[in-house]
C-alpha cells in the first residue's frame, strides 16, 4: 500500500509561485502513473498535471505555461512548480498515483492512493 504526503501548499498573491511536493512510502513506485489534481471551492475535483507510465506529461489547458510537474527518479516524489498564480488556481491540491497495466486515465487514479491534500490560496 502507497501512502503519499504533500507539502508547500499556502497562500500567493496574483503572480505569485508557489511549489508542491509529494513524498510516497510504503511500496516499489516502478510503473506507476503520478499527478496533481484539485479541488476548487464550491467545485468538483478536477486534474492539474499526471506522468504516465510511458513517461508522457501533461498539464491541463488552463495551467499550460504556468505549471510544472517534475518526477525524481526513483518515483518517491513528485512535484508541482507553479508560476504566475491566479486566484482561479485557489483548491485543495491532491497528490495521486495509480497502477494499470497498460494507459493511465484519469479516471484509474479513482482506484489509486491519495494523499490528504493541501490548500492553495490565492489572493488578488
Known amino acids: 500500500q502507497v501512502h503519499l504526503r504533500e507539502s508547500g501548499g499556502g497562500s500567493a498573491t496574483t503572480g505569485g509561485s508557489l511549489r508542491l511536493s509529494c513524498a510516497a512510502t510504503?511500496?516499489?513506485?516502478?510503473?506507476?502513473?503520478v499527478g496533481w489534481f484539485r479541488q476548487p471551492p464550491g467545485k468538483g475535483r478536477e486534474w492539474v498535471a499526471t506522468?504516465?507510465?510511458?513517461?508522457?506529461?501533461t498539464h491541463r489547458d488552463s495551467v499550460k505555461g504556468r505549471f510544472s510537474i517534475s518526477v525524481d527518479a526513483d518515483m518517491r516524489s513528485w512535484h508541482l512548480q507553479m508560476n504566475n498564480l491566479k486566484p482561479e488556481d485557489t483548491a485543495i491540491y491532491y497528490c495521486?498515483?495509480?497502477?494499470?497495466?497498460?494507459?493511465?486515465?484519469?479516471?484509474?487514479?479513482?482506484?489509486?492512493?491519495w494523499g490528504p491534500g493541501t490548500q492553495v490560496t490565492v489572493s488578488s
Open positions: 495521486a498515483a495509480t497502477k494499470v497495466r497498460t494507459y493511465c486515465y484519469t479516471s484509474d487514479y479513482d482506484h489509486g492512493s
Open positions: 510504503g511500496g516499489v513506485m516502478t510503473g506507476y502513473c
Open positions: 506522468k504516465n507510465n510511458n513517461g508522457l506529461i
